[in-house]
């Protein structure tokens, strides 16, 4: 699983990224995650408020630090319909 976190570092960003530690560390689950800062790739990936969170290029969250509990029934969710 690869999780892409968007935004220029800022607190907000900080934050969502400590989220999605936290969700992935309660569930057991590894995942990849990379920090996206460029502009250029948010717009490709149509990113249009910070932060925003993709799973294996699917974005779940955007413009606004997740609750941990949405992120993990976001998740669950994603890998549900995946199957």
Do not use: H
């Amino acid at each position: 699983m690869e999780i892409k976190i968007f935004g220029p570092g800022c607190a907000k960003c900080v934050a969502t990224e400590s989220v999605v530690k936290a969700a992935l560390n309660e569930l057991g689950v590894k995942a990849d995650i990379k920090k996206i800062s460029s502009i250029e790739e948010m717009m490709e990936f149509g990113v249009m408020m910070t932060p925003a969170v993709a799973v294996d290029d699917v974005i779940i969250f955007q413009g606004s630090v997740p609750k941990k509990d949405d992120f993990i029934k976001a998740l669950a969710l994603l890998t549900r319909n995946k199957r």
